[in-house]
C-alpha cells in the first residue's frame, strides 16, 4: 500500500448561500511539494486556503490531512503566512515567534516558566537569526519593514513546524529587490525543513519559479450569468519537477490573459 497523500481533496464545493465560490475541487499534493496557487481574483484562492487551514468547512465534499479528514480547527499542523498583518502588533519579534510555543506548551497560562521559557526563547532566536532578524529581536512590528515584517511571520509560522505552510500573497506588498530576497528565502527554509508548501500569488513568474507544481483556478463555464451560477475549480494543474513535461506556450498565454490585467 502506498502512502496516503499529505492532501487531498475529493469533488470539493463552497457556497454561500446561493453564491457557489469553488466547485468540483479535486486533488492529491505530496509530502514535499512546492505549489503554487494562481487566478483571477475572486476566483477563490484565498477560501482554498482558508479550507486546508481548517478556518472554513467545504459544502460538500471531502478534504483529507495525511489520511484523516481534517480537522475543523486550525492547528499547528497548519502554518499561514498572509500578505499583510499575520504578526502581532504589541509585541516584539522575539515575542512573536516564542507565542505559539507558549500556547502550545501553555494553553492555561499562555506563558511559558523557567528552563521552558528559556528554551522556547532559544528556539525563536535561532529561528529569526536563520530569517535574517537577529539584529530585531527587540523590535515591534511598526519597527519592521514590510520585508522584515514578512521574514517575522514566515519565522512564526515555521516555531510551530507545520506539516503544510501556507502563504497567501505573502510577497505582495513587497518592492522588486526585496521580493527577490525573500524567494531565496523561502525556497531556502523550504528544501531545508523539507516543507510542504501551498502559495497564492497572482504573479505569475512567481508561481512557475518557486512552484513544483501551478495550480489555476477559474471559472470553466463562461454563461451570460454574471459569473454568479458557476463557482471557480482547478482549470490547469502543471507539474513542474524534475522530468515533467515543458509547459505549452499557447496555454501559458491564455492563462495570463485570464489573470486581471491590473495584477498581472
Ligand atoms: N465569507 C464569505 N461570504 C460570502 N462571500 C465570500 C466569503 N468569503 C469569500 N467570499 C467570496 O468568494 C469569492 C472568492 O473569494 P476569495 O477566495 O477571497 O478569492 P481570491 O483569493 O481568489 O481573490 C469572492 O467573490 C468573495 O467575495
Ligand atoms: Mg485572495
Known sequence: MTAPSLLYFRDVAVQYGDRIVLEQVSLAVEQGAFVSVVGPSGAGKSTFLRLILGQEAPSRGVIHLEGEPLAAEPDRHRGVVFQRY????????????????????????????????????EEATALLARVGLSHALD?????????????????????????????????????????????????ELWREHGLTIVMVTHD???????????????????????????????????????GAPPVDPATLATLKDRLDPDQA
Do not use: W
Open 139 to 187: 523590535l515591534y512590528p511598526a519597527q519592521l519593514s514590510g520585508g522584515m515584517q514578512q521574514r517575522l511571520a514566515i519565522a512564526q509560522a515555521l516555531i510551530m513546524k507545520p506539516r503544510i505552510l501556507l502563504l497567501d500573497e505573502p510577497f505582495g506588498a513587497l518592492d522588486p529587490g526585496v521580493r527577490k530576497d525573500m524567494h531565496g528565502l523561502i525556497t
Open 204 to 242: 505569475l513568474k512567481e508561481a512557475f519559479t518557486l512552484g513544483t507544481r501551478v495550480l489555476a483556478f477559474d471559472k470553466p463555464r463562461h454563461f451570460d450569468d454574471g459569473g454568479r451560477a458557476y463557482g471557480s475549480t482547478i482549470v490547469y494543474d502543471f507539474p513542474l519537477d524534475k
Open 86 to 121: 499575520s504578526v502581532f502588533p504589541h509585541l516584539s519579534a522575539l515575542d512573536n515567534v516564542v507565542f505559539g510555543l507558549d500556547c502550545a506548551g501553555a494553553p492555561l497560562t499562555g506563558r511559558l516558566r523557567g528552563p521552558r521559557r528559556a528554551a522556547a526563547a
